[in-house]
T-cell receptor, first 115, second 114 residues
Framework: QQQVKQSPQSLIVQKGGISIINCAYE??????FPWYQQFPGKGPALLIA?????SEKKEGRFTISFNKSAKQFSLHIMDSQPGDSATYFC??????????????FGQGTILTVHP | KAGVTQTPRYLIKTRGQQVTLSCSPI?????VSWYQQTPGQGLQFLFE???????NKGNFPGRFSGRQFSNSRSEMNVSTLELGDSALYLC?????????????FGPGTRLLVL
């Protein structure tokens, strides 16, 4: 059972544009929602994360929007740069429960930013 | 601080063999998790160890096992390798598991089973 659905699978954006990636989850026990960025040959690296008591979190050009009632969250990358080209994963965690160590990931979005 | 290190980085094995992968967490981190990454299934949780105890396990067959040592270093073992075990195996460490803890991933070990 896929508990976190991510879309789109791939995204092409022009330099300076806005990249938007969406995720939806099913398990209401999830209480922490990180986004990871992965470059080829590297492990995923934490980009930004949000807790469900906050509707939006911004860090530089990266913003998470969170809709608890719809069980959806999204990543917005403003002023997208070629260096942002990578695979992005949303994830969900039951950090307060006993799901020790377990991140449930979306399927990933391959972002390509053209110069 | 040094990041999570994994050895070896690349490995080629044949069906039926077994393999052991190693992970050294960030200094001071006591929780180590393992994930399998494949193009078809994405990132799948294997198991988590804390203070040498497995606290959580994903939906993988018993051929996949792991352990953690007193210095928090961890190993995972896959016995009787199958072609479908070809994947990138990622290790992640965190200081402890609780609210808002962040997992830091290593670069992974890429396993190819022929």
């Amino acid at each position: 059972q896929q508990q976190v659905k991510q879309s789109p699978q791939s995204l092409i954006v022009q330099k300076g544009g806005i990249s938007i990636i969406n995720c939806a989850y099913e398990n209401t026990a999830f209480d922490y929602f990180p986004w990871y960025q992965q470059f080829p040959g590297k492990g995923p690296a934490l980009l930004i994360a949000i807790r469900p008591d906050v509707s939006e979190k911004k860090e530089g050009r990266f913003t998470i929007s969170f809709n608890k009632s719809a069980k959806q969250f999204s990543l917005h990358i403003m002023d997208s740069q070629p260096g942002d080209s990578a695979t992005y994963f949303c994830a969900a965690v039951n950090a307060g429960g006993t799901s020790y160590g377990k991140l449930t990931f979306g399927q990933g979005t391959i972002l390509t930013v053209h110069p | 601080k040094a990041g999570v290190t994994q050895t070896p980085r690349y490995l080629i094995k044949t069906r039926g063999q077994q393999v052991t992968l190693s992970c050294s967490p960030i200094s001071g981190h006591r929780s180590v998790s393992w994930y399998q990454q494949t193009p078809g299934q994405g990132l799948q949780f294997l198991f988590e160890y804390f203070s040498e105890t497995q606290r959580n396990k994903g939906n993988f067959p018993g051929r996949f096992s792991g352990r953690q040592f007193s210095n928090s270093r961890s190993e995972m073992n896959v016995s009787t390798l199958e072609l479908g075990d070809s994947a990138l195996y990622l290790c992640a460490s965190t200081l402890l598991w609780g609210a808002a803890e962040t997992q830091y991933f290593g670069p992974g070990t890429r396993l190819l089973v022929l």
